[in-house]
């Protein structure tokens, strides 16, 4: 049918620093082509990333770094609503009436919580235990269908569809059920160094993971330097999880499927191949970091980008808040 309304797509990345290839393959490169098949919007959730202590003036570099990188990998402004959350305070809104529909227990059991409260024990603020409910209000103030995340982000998202049904059941239809979507072979790309953890920008060791920023020589020296194991082939399989990961990312990178590259590695020790992935990941990088660093020049462009943004995305949250804060009971203003 002509006119049937695309399914909508959220979702958000922090602004806490510089991005991994994990983020970039895990959650952006999943979102260009859902462009052509759903109403996507994008956000930078900048107040997600105050849960860390973030320096004021490295939060706004990395906020307007990020705008930039999701128009330079492909994201067009002009067929998804990119904005900033804290230019859109429905979310804050709406985050502190589902904080009411939401248990301390659900919340005690994210597994995000429990670690980064354990990395970062100086700071175990109320924000960082409460910041599910916060994501939550992001994806239901959209009424959206579809969440593109990594696979860490799988319980946060059953929790937004949890409260969510809850708020449905006690009151009526309010929220559409959120369902994460989660890329096959990007749900989980590996530390370079320590290929059992997940490759995570907050890693200290930079040689474990691969900037966006990184150059072309910085790439292919990390690959190069990765942990590997002694069987000596390129096989993909869980007794190498060092090679399982590069097999993926090269993968992505490439477009080929594992039994393509089993079959052109064959017989060819690791240095060749540690090579090819990271040629292949320089060669997909490049034009998205040379296409980042010319729009953080134009500041003019991406400022009308975000402004409008904001303004399309609180047009849509504030339909939402309104039906909430009605069934609530709270008297219209
Ligand atoms: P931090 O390490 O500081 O917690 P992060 O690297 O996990 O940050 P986020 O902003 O929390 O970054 O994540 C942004 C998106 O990237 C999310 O959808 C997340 O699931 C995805 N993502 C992050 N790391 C990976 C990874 N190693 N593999 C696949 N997807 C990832
Ligand atoms: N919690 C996510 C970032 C995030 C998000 C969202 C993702 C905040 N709000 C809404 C999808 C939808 C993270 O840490 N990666």
């Known amino acids: ?40 919007i994008y956000s930078i959730v900048d107040a997600h990333a105050i849960t860390v202590r973030q320096e004021p003036k490295a939060l706004r570099e990395a906020t307007l770094r990020l ?43 994210m597994t995000q919580f429990k670690d980064k ?27 959206t269908d579809d969440v593109p995340v990594g696979g860490d982000q799988k319980q946060h998202v059953e929790l937004a569809r949890d409260i969510a049904n809850r708020f449905n059941g006690l009151y009526s239809d309010t929220f559409k059920l959120p369902n994460p979507v989660i890329g096959k072979k990007s749900a989980k790309i590996m530390s370079l160094q320590e290929p059992d953890k997940k490759m995570s920008k907050s890693d200290k060791n930079e040689k474990s993971i691969i900037l966006l920023t990184d150059t072309d020589d910085q790439i292919i020296k990390k690959f190069k330097s990765a942990v590997t194991d002694s069987l000596g082939q390129v096989k993909y399989c869980d007794e190498q999880p060092g090679i399982k990961n ?25 240095g060749d191949f540690k090579m090819a992935v990271g040629t292949a990941v320089a060669d997909m990088l490049r034009p998205v970091r040379t296409k980042t660093d010319e729009l953080l020049k134009n500041k003019d462009y991406l400022e009308e980008v975000y402004k409008e943004g904001a303004e399309r995305a609180a047009r849509i949250a504030q339909r939402t808040l309104d039906k909430v804060q009605r069934k609530i009971g709270f008297i219209h203003r």
């Open 67 to 109: 705008l930039a990188t999701y128009i330079a990998a492909g994201l067009d402004p002009k067929k998804n609503i990119m904005f900033i959350q804290s230019h859109v305070p429905q979310h804050f809104e709406l985050a502190w009436i589902l904080n009411c529909y939401t248990m301390f227990g659900e919340l005690s059991r």
């Open 1 to 40: 049918m002509e006119n049937q309304r695309k399914p909508i797509v959220f979702s958000g990345i922090q602004p806490s620093g510089r991005l991994t290839i994990g983020n970039y393959l895990g959650a952006i490169n999943n979102w260009i082509p859902m462009e052509e098949t759903h109403d996507c």
């Open 246 to 270: 590069l097999i993926t990312i090269y993968s992505i990178a490439t477009g080929k499927t594992i039994e393509e590259i089993e079959l052109e590695f064959e017989g060819k020790g690791y």
């Open 117 to 143: 409260s354990s990395k970062n024990a100086d700071n175990i603020n109320a924000g960082l235990f409460t910041y599910p409910v916060l994501m939550a209000s992001d994806i239901l103030l959209y009424q």
